[in-house]
């Protein structure tokens, strides 16, 4: 950690998650697994088991996991996150998105492609439906269109059949369609 991050944990402006993020964005990743545990069990004990913050953690956590290789460990936290989130906000909020997309990559690292799918789209579904509501793209909606286009792929369908269904999703949400 470099002396910046350490003199603003220390004085309280970073809280332990915040500092564990820091740690897991400079690839200090050892270093970041005891400080996100340790953020997840204070919001739990602060907000409850069933809060949008622990969800956020959860997530958090999950994340470091998968990006260590703990794919198996990562996944129940996930599942958490979601069902966290979509108790607190609904089934069609960007958050919930966020949350179906992770855990929708997570099935695909693991090749369970044709689980992963549903989620996909769904996650897609969500933020082009934010779009049309809002008049303004969703900042994730070309990641979640890239991240559906792979695993399309991946399924076996051919480019032009995944850019065709991302193109389908679109119309149905009278989201303008991309020349190619």
């Known amino acids: 950690m470099d002396m910046l991050g350490g003199l603003l944990w220390a004085k309280g402006v970073w809280g332990d998650s915040d500092l564990a993020q820091l740690l897991k964005d400079t690839n200090q990743l050892s270093e970041a697994g005891p400080l996100m545990r340790r953020a997840l069990a204070i919001d739990e004990a602060s907000y409850g088991p069933d809060h949008p913050e622990v969800a956020t953690d959860l997530n958090n956590l999950a994340l470091l996991l998968r990006a260590t290789n703990r794919l198996s460990e990562a996944e129940p936290l996930m599942r958490r996150a979601l069902a966290i989130d979509e108790a607190s906000y609904g089934r069609d909020h960007p958050d919930v998105a966020r949350d179906l997309n992770n855990l929708a990559l997570l099935l695909k690292a693991t090749n369970r492609l044709s689980e992963a799918e549903p989620l996909m789209r769904r996650a897609l579904a969500i933020v082009l439906a934010f779009t049309r509501a809002t008049g303004h793209e969703h900042p994730h909606l070309r990641v979640f ?12 369908h051919s480019e032009a059949e995944a850019e065709a269904q991302l193109n389908a999703l679109k119309a149905r949400f009278g989201i303008a369609v991309e020349a190619s």
């Open 145 to 156: 269109s890239s991240n559906f286009i792979d695993l399309l792929q991946q399924l076996g």
